[in-house]
């Protein structure tokens, strides 16, 4: 069965901080991993997917296959960057997504 | 990506009563599915809209409480039936043509019931 964790229901850090939103996953097959975002009053929107190994508003996350993690990692918070921010996981054939339970971030000034 | 319509954006409903909610998204998508997002929660997947067939429910979610149509690649319907207030939740549409690209999220369907 597919299983999305993310330990931290809230995480506060100061504007210029580093961040690391953690997720880790359970899923037998090959994991598609991605981290969304919703910021306050806006829907929600994919910020990245482990296959492009791209960077977005200077957040990235590598997949670590051994340890069955994708955590969310950028290294000077912002003012900007406070939202919610859900790790998802698909695969298989039904192509559905799961969502963890959501990790609030607050930047603080 | 797809660009995503959804209505009604909120609505207020008295218990036993049902409310269908549309999506509408301006290119073909293979994919489609309907979560619900109760408050405070995170995302639950209801269903996979299937164009075509009858739609694949998650644990927990029947066919007579949530039916859904997918009558072509680019619309759909939930209705939420016989409602209670334990569904009040905001329901949401989403897209994509395959999951390694990640999919599509509409604005959501803020449902409460009185």
């Known amino acids: 069965a597919q299983r999305v964790t993310q330990p931290e229901k809230l995480l506060s850090v100061f504007k210029g901080a580093p961040v690391e939103l953690k997720c880790n996953y359970s899923y037998s097959g090959s994991p598609e991993l991605f981290w969304y975002v919703q910021y306050s009053r806006q829907r929600l929107q994919l910020l990245l997917r482990h296959i492009s190994r791209e960077s977005i508003k200077g957040f990235t996350a590598d997949l670590n296959k051994g340890e069955t993690s994708f955590h969310l990692k950028k290294p000077f918070a912002q003012e900007e960057d406070s939202a919610m921010y859900y790790c998802a996981l698909g695969g298989g054939a039904t192509n559905k997504l799961i969502f963890g339970t959501g990790t609030l971030l607050a930047v603080q000034p | 990506s797809a660009v995503i319509s959804q209505k009604p954006s909120r609505d207020i409903c008295q218990r036993g009563t049902s409310l269908t909610i549309q999506c509408q998204v301006d290119?073909?998508?293979?994919?489609m599915f309907w979560y619900r997002q109760q408050p405070g929660q995170s995302l639950t997947l209801i269903a996979t809209a299937n164009q075509g067939s009858e739609a694949t429910y998650e644990s927990g979610f029947v066919i007579d409480k949530f039916p859904i149509s997918r009558p072509n690649l680019t619309f759909s319907t939930l209705t939420v039936s016989n409602m209670s207030p334990e569904d009040s939740s905001i329901y949401l549409c989403?897209?994509?043509?395959?999951?390694?690209?990640?999919?599509?999220f509409g604005s959501g369907t803020r449902l409460t019931v009185v």
């Open positions: 989403s897209v994509g043509v395959e999951v390694g690209y990640g999919y599509t």
């Open positions: 290119s073909q998508v293979t994919m």
